[in-house]
């Protein structure tokens, strides 16, 4: 079975500051990653993938991943947080196989607070 | 490309009665539509996928006849909530994927039930 795990319930940074947000997955065979955002109330917004290649991924609104296969992680990262960056994060994986009726397991998420 | 959109984005109804949410991709023909289930501060719990023309796929402890779901055409899927509940109060989305492109799935704005 998959799984993905978000260690941390909460992050909180300063604005300008560089951010982190964790994520660790099991999954069967080489594995596809994906981190989503969400605003309150809204549905989940699209930031960047892992699919193959390059194990530094870079997505929407300055953010990028790390794919590290060794430590099964894949961390998000921006280098200077805005406030508007606030919200409600979360890491998907699924296999690299099974056709469109795949599934994606996503961690519980992490709400990122970036203090002006 | 790959807008998925959800109707209504909430509604309010009586203990007893139905609701039906539209889930459409409008750009692009989705092979496969998945619905899932958020409660608040928590993450998305997969209740079934459905694929057009055939019946959905529930996921373990999902009721098959209080979530209907029909998957008419390769744009639409509805989930029908029959006999809503208080406690079928939740947040609602709805994704979308296609053949090829790593069968990403793009997510819809959610629909936020709440049952009186």
């Known amino acids: 079975a998959q799984s993905v795990a978000q260690p941390e319930d909460q992050v909180n940074v300063a604005e300008g500051n560089p951010l982190t947000v964790k994520c660790t997955y099991s999954?069967?065979?080489?594995?596809?990653l994906f981190w989503y955002v969400q605003y309150p109330n809204r549905g989940l917004q699209f930031l960047l993938k892992?699919?193959?290649?390059?194990?530094l991924v870079k997505g929407s609104y300055g953010f990028e991943a790390e794919f590290n296969k060794s430590q099964t992680s894949f961390h998000l990262k921006k280098p200077s947080a805005l406030v508007s960056d606030s919200a409600l994060y979360f890491c998907a994986v699924r296999p690299n196989s099974g056709g469109s009726n795949y599934k994606l397991t996503f961690g519980k998420g992490t709400l990122l607070t970036v203090n002006p | 490309g790959a807008v998925v959109s959800q109707h209504p984005s909430w509604v309010i109804c009586k203990s007893g009665t139905s609701v039906k949410i539209e889930c459409r991709s409008l750009d692009f023909q989705a092979t496969t539509m998945f619905w899932y289930r958020q409660f608040p501060k928590q993450s998305l719990m997969l209740m079934a996928t459905?694929?057009?023309?055939?019946?959905?796929?529930?996921e373990q402890g999902v009721e098959k006849d209080k979530f209907l779901i029909n998957h008419a055409s390769l744009t639409l899927s509805t989930l029908t909530v029959t006999s809503a509940h208080p406690e079928d109060s939740s947040f609602y989305i709805c994704s979308a994927s296609r053949d090829g492109a790593y069968n990403e799935q793009f997510f819809g704005p959610g629909t936020r039930l709440t049952v009186l």
């Open positions: 459905s694929n057009e023309g055939s019946k959905a796929t529930y």
């Open positions: 999954v069967s065979g080489n594995p596809y």
């Open positions: 892992y699919i193959t290649g390059d194990n």
